[in-house]
Structures are given as C-alpha cells and as structure tokens.
C-alpha cells in the first residue's frame, strides 16, 4: 500500500511538471487583456486592485502530498491533499500545528481534492456541515462527480463517510441554450442564498485548446443544493439548471475559491513557477454578469493558490509549494478584501 501511494505520489509530481514545464504558454496578463481589448469584450473589466494588504497567516506543517482545497469553521482549518488526505489546523493558534487529520471517504489516487466547500448549515450527527470535494482531475473517471461527505469527531479521531455523489450531466446543455463546459466542474457553496454553482470554462484552459484568450469563456451555473433525500447518488442536467453567467477569459490556469453573498472568490495560475501565469484572484458578481475585482499578486504570493476562504472580513489564501524548490512549508496568506465594497 505504501509502495502503491508513493509511486502514485511520483506520477503526480510528472504529470505537474509536464503541464507547468512542457507546455509554452504564450499568453501574459498584460497580452491577454490587450487581446481582449482588441476583441471587444474586455469592456467590463476593472482595474487591478492596488494597495492589497497581503502577509502569511500560517506555515503549515505535516504536509504529505500537494496542498489542495481548503475549509475553515470556527478555529478548524481543514487543508486538503491531493489524493484525499486532510490535516486540520487551529485558525486562532496560527502556529501551523497538525491537530488532527483523517482521509476523506473519496479518497483516491486520481481524487485532486481540487476544491472543498462546506454546506450552509450542520449536517446531522455532526459538529460540522456537509463537505462538498471538488476532484478537478480531468480525465479521470469521477472528473464530473462532487462528493458530500459528513466529517465526525469521536473521542478525539476524526472520520468522513460518504453520504452523496453529485454528478454533473452536461451533456444536454449546448443544445438547450446554455453555454458548456470542457470539465473539470469546482463545485462552490453560496451558504447565505443557499445554492450550489459549478464553475468552470467554455474550453479546457491549456494553450493547445485556449490558443486564444478571446475564445474562452469562464462560465458560473447555478443548480439547487441536492438534499440527502433525494438519494445516493444525483445527477445534475440541463433541466436542473436555474441560471448561468459567463465571464471573460482574462486569467489563466484555474485553481479553486469560495462564494459569499452570489460573489465567487476564485484563484489562478501557479506563482513564481512560471511569470506569464502568475498568482491572481478574481472576484465575479453572478449578480450583475461582471468581473467584480482583480488582483494581480506575482509579487504579493508567490507560490500555487490553491484555495480561498472568506472569513471575519478577510480572504485567507491556502498555497502549494514544491519541497523540491524550497524548504518553506506550505502558506495560507491573509489578504484584503477589495476596496470601495
Ligand atoms: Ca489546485
Ligand atoms: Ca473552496
């Protein structure tokens, strides 16, 4: 089992050099956005947020595979892997101590863990809510599906049980007048209106398909939050949807966020691995259809955002390493909310 985890552990650590060394991207921010402008659909985009406030909150230890999604509830951190491994941390603290760790019950080689979420309120028989794991690994065979787990705490040992599968049909929704997605679904929680949106992109965000920015869309639908009752397993279709906001391509390499309020907080690129795909944060008002704020934070963080929480008025910004670059331990980075809100 060890032997099986560790050569899974090194095939992923290929497969993220090939797609961060092999591939020539030849897009900068500041070329994507002059395309767009030269397209006509760049009209709507504001102007990079300046003056952030940005500062590492936590170095967080006991990390075994890549960092991936990221939850917070009350002092309870819970950074996810790649392959399904948990550690959780003390918010207060800040003093990057494991206190606790599980795996998740879709725990797998091919399970990124992408994106985690959890539900607006406590799930029965828990202390904590519903968490919703995004995989985020295209190709694989449960690339399309959102598992909602139910964490327990038990005479100090955590667990998680798989109560539900979302699986996204997208199928149908071309032909129905929506626009598709390539893949690779983040499943996020607005937990103040109660919805569940999948965010993803018209065309898989790679140079060989996104050849030109102008051609890419990111693209918010909206569906119900599936109760438990509704089974075990649920798919979700074109007949399912309740609304959908396309956004301007101006940012690559998706990475994972979190919503508030019908705003999604979302994160890209992979820090100072490569300057043409820089750290960056958009925030998308599925409101008004519009890009809310930019961040450009080539400067400000300089590793992998992976995942982004909102809390107590501040965005908290989980990152990626490589142990081979750096002796740092993985940040989560406190950064400001964009001004004049
Ligand atoms: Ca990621
Ligand atoms: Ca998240």
Redesign the pocket.
């Known amino acids: 089992m060890r032997t099986f985890t560790f050569i899974s552990a090194v095939a992923a650590m290929f497969v993220s050099a090939a797609v961060a060394g092999a591939q020539e991207w030849p897009w900068t921010p500041e070329s994507i956005e002059a395309r767009l402008k030269e397209a006509g659909i760049a009209e709507s985009l504001p102007a990079v947020e300046k003056d952030v406030d940005c500062s590492v909150y936590i170095r967080k230890e006991g990390r075994k595979r890549p960092q991936q999604?990221?939850?917070i509830y009350g002092d309870f951190i819970f950074s996810g892997e790649d392959g399904g491994h948990v550690n959780i941390y003390s918010f207060s603290k800040a003093d990057g101590k494991v206190t606790g760790e599980f795996e998740l019950a879709s725990s797998r080689p091919d399970n990124h863990v992408n994106?985690?979420?959890f539900g607006p309120s406590k799930a029965r028989g828990s202390k904590f809510p519903l968490l919703y794991v995004?995989n985020g690994k295209v190709g694989s065979e449960i690339e399309w599906t959102c598992s909602v787990e139910r964490i327990r705490k038990r005479k100090g040992v955590w667990s998680s049980e798989l109560v539900q599968n979302i699986t996204l049909d997208a199928s149908e929704w071309e032909s129905k007048g929506y626009t598709p997605i390539f893949g690779a679904p983040?499943w996020?929680i607005d937990k103040e209106r109660g919805f569940l949106w999948v965010f993803s992109a018209l065309k898989r965000t790679v140079s060989k398909v996104t050849s030109d920015p102008a051609d890419n869309r990111y693209v918010a639908t909206r569906f119900r939050i599936p109760s438990l009752k509704e089974g075990r397993e649920v798919t979700l279709g074109a007949g399912d949807i309740l609304e959908q906001k396309v956004f301007p391509f101006d940012v690559w390499f998706t990475q994972?966020?979190?919503m508030k309020d019908g705003k999604i907080y979302y994160g890209f690129g992979i820090g100072n691995y490569d300057p043409k795909r820089p750290s960056c944060i958009r925030v998308y008002d599925t409101d008004r259809g519009v890009i809310e704020a930019r961040y450009e934070l080539k400067d400000e963080i300089i590793y992998e955002i992976e995942?982004?929480?909102l809390k107590d008025g501040w965005l908290w910004v989980n990152c990626n390493n490589n142990p081979k670059r750096t002796k740092e331990k993985p940040f989560i980075y406190r950064l400001s909310l964009p001004k004049g809100r």
């Open positions: 999604g990221m939850v994106n985690l979420e995004s983040s996020l994972a966020g979190c995942d982004i929480e």
